[in-house]
């Protein structure tokens, strides 16, 4: 669709129906902002701010938007690039020496753009420690330091520089910390300084502990075991330059309207912002510096979300008709990437009709990978199809040639998962990202397994990180311990030496655990998440 048949429209009953179920004064909520041409002409909160007061959200309340942070930083470095004192394609190399070699294969383009092909020392902290066990855990004893560490002891990678798209939140510590280190200055200095200030974005501010009181802040809840809601926080600093921001629905319009019309950055810079960068395969990864260069029913968008332990954020554009939506959720069991597809469908007039897509029996199975050992399950659940990597649970949807994609991904073209043969009852499917093809084999159902042949220690020598599997009271577990923390995993039998870890506990967070991978002699495995892909420990001689 060409982007002049689109046109901008505001029906306020229309919206303010999205956010009825919101509209409540004793349980938390959201808070919403929309403008047309750089003009609000939507601001309302709904909910609580705070279950311990009678406080509403409104739209000055601070919030976190976690990842949406990422651009923020992004921009930062830019803004060091305009002025000479750094280059976007620096390798890593130039400001962390200490690293090991495929510092001087990454570049600082690549960090920015998810395509670095690192392993993500976040999620290797959140993997193998137990900080989200409990109300409060052990991520508000770690720093970022203490992470970046990590860095300098792996000399492996989840892949080979700008082969891959995967999401990383620990390029953005050392996209951080290089800031830090070229400029003299905390992070939190020059974001103030060259950013928020420039653009008159006064209530924001990255803060790096959740321990600082903060006026007018509202505050993030966390489903707890019981259906209820606590208060928690992702610790380690917020995860610095990758989530550590806090802002209001005001300065995020305010943001949305000068990225229109920038007074800071220069053209050139922009354009490097919202640049799609393009992968070794020959496929558009469809993401800039920190931000997702989408397509929503043949409108073109600019957006990023974030996922903060107890809320979540969804700042949009659509530059073609001058629409921004910024929607700052406040608890955990409501998804703003979803509130913001229903706004758009409300205010964008001419959009494409929704992707024809197909209504069959799911599949079912697990398959792997026999060149890279990537697990991925296929079930059903309530009647849609979902696929699981790692433990993390995705919607899928069918389109008519069979293919499935993830269905919260507005680009269906970045990741899709392609039965061979039967559509039904494949025995092999292709896992397909960013013109990356990975085929997979179905794998033989089993219920139990012998574990005598992976009892034994382990360790992940490039990491300090220490495994133990062991069998008690009749349930085999894998504890690990060292480098970032301990952690005790249950294991179960899931395929012919597959393994899925779920906790030994009842965790906070639903994607935490993965699949252990053994060789065939036993001396190994590789642990695989979502974000980390086989990472390596061998048996302990």
């Known amino acids: 669709m060409p982007h002049e048949a689109l046109k901008a429209k505001f029906d306020e009953k229309a919206i303010d129906a999205i956010f009825a179920g919101l509209d409540q004064c004793h349980l938390p909520g959201a808070a919403v902002g929309i403008a047309i041409n750089g003009k609000p002409v939507y601001r309302k909160g709904f909910g609580l701010a705070n279950m311990e007061l009678p406080l509403t959200l409104s739209p000055s309340t601070k919030l976190r938007i976690a990842s949406t942070t990422k651009h923020f930083t992004c921009f930062a470095y830019v803004l060091l690039c305009e002025a000479g004192r750094a280059r976007v394609d620096d390798p890593v190399a130039k400001y962390f020496p200490e690293m090991p070699s495929w510092a001087g294969r990454v570049t600082m383009r690549q960090l920015m753009s998810n395509t670095s092909g690192l392993h993500d020392v976040y999620d290797i902290f959140n993997q193998f420690n137990e900080p989200y066990l409990h109300s409060a855990g052990a991520a508000q004893r770690v720093s970022s330091v203490d992470l970046l560490s990590l860095y300098r002891e792996m000399d492996d990678t989840n892949a080979p520089p700008n082969s891959n798209w995967i999401y990383n939140n620990g390029g953005w510590l050392l996209l951080s910390v290089a800031i830090e280190r070229i400029t003299g200055q905390t992070l939190e200095q020059v974001l103030h300084e060259c950013v928020f200030e420039p653009v008159g974005m006064f209530d924001t501010a990255l803060l790096r502990s959740d321990t600082t009181f903060v006026p007018n802040r509202g505050s993030q809840h966390v489903v707890n075991p ?299 495995f590789t642990f695989s998440s979502y974000l980390t892909r086989g990472f390596r420990f061998d048996r302990d001689s």
Request: glycine share 12%.
């Open 226 to 524: 019981a259906g209820g809601f606590e208060r928690m926080y992702w610790g380690v600093e917020n995860f610095l330059g990758a989530g550590a921001v806090i802002s209001t629905i005001d300065d995020m319009l305010k943001w949305l309207k000068h990225m229109a019309s920038p007074s800071i950055g220069t053209a050139e810079s922009w354009s490097l912002m919202l640049a799609p960068q393009r992968l070794t395969t020959g496929c558009e990864a469809r993401y800039g510096f920190g931000l997702m260069i989408d397509n929503y029913r043949g409108a073109l968008t600019v957006h990023h979300a974030g996922n903060a332990l107890g809320g979540n954020a969804q700042m949009l554009k659509v530059p073609s008709v001058g629409l921004d939506v910024v929607v700052l959720v406040n608890r955990q069991d409501v998804w703003g990437f979803e509130l913001v597809k229903r706004v758009l469908d409300v205010c964008l007039e001419g959009l494409d009709p929704p992707p024809e897509s197909c209504v069959r029996p799911s599949i079912a199975g697990i398959f792997r990978s026999p060149s890279t050992n990537r697990v991925v399950e296929l079930f059903d659940k309530e009647g849609q199809q979902w696929a699981r990597m790692g433990v993390a649970e995705l919607p899928m949807e069918c389109a008519p040639d069979g293919a499935l994609s993830y269905a919260q991904i507005w680009d269906e073209n970045a990741v899709k998962i392609r039965p061979v043969g039967d559509n039904r009852t494949p025995d092999t499917i292709v896992l397909s990202e960013f013109g990356n093809d990975d085929e997979l084999r179905l794998e033989a159902a089993v219920s139990s397994a012998e574990t005598s042949a992976i009892v034994g220690r382990y360790r992940a020598q490039r990491s300090r990180i220490e495994a133990q599997i062991v069998v008690a009271d009749g349930l085999c577990r894998l504890m690990t311990a060292g480098g970032v923390g301990a952690v005790t995993y249950e294991l179960k039998p899931i395929g012919e030496r597959l393994w899925r870890t779920q906790f030994a506990g009842q965790s906070r967070i639903g994607f935490l655990g993965g699949v252990l991978c053994f060789a065939k002699d036993h001396g190994s």
